[in-house]
């Protein structure tokens, strides 16, 4: 099994940064990609950001440009950070880590977008 936990959700104003962490325990010797999703309110979830052990990195159009994936191996972290906030962005953003045939989850964290 693999847990993770996602924080440094909150609320900011349009134009803003926020900076996501996903830290990652247990079974993560054979995780092969870790991953950002969010979810709007009445939306289906939709993928983001993905970084492999490798450290390939690919991104989904909407935020390609403005969100950067990254990950520090020797804290099992992986970090969102978000740049030029719009309120479109405003959802509960989820950590996906990839092992094996398994998918795991974080529980989410909040991210408000003001305009």
């Known amino acids: 099994q693999v847990q993770l936990v996602e924080s440094g959700g909150g609320l900011v104003q349009a134009g803003g940064s926020l900076r996501l962490s996903c830290a990652a325990s247990?079974?993560?010797?054979?995780?092969?990609?870790m991953g950002w999703y969010r979810q709007a309110p009445g939306k289906q979830r939709e993928f983001l950001a993905r970084?492999?052990?490798?450290?390939?990195?690919n991104y989904a159009d909407p935020v390609k440009g403005r969100f950067t994936i990254s990950r520090d191996n020797s804290k099992n972290t992986v970090y969102l950070q978000m740049n030029s906030l719009k309120p479109e962005d405003t959802a509960v953003y989820y950590c996906?880590?990839?092992?094996?045939?398994?998918?795991?989850w974080g529980q989410g964290t909040q991210v408000t977008v003001s305009s």
């Open positions: 996906n880590a990839l092992r094996g045939l398994g998918s795991y």
């Open positions: 247990g079974s993560i010797f054979s995780i092969t990609a």
């Open positions: 970084i492999t052990t490798g450290g390939s990195t």
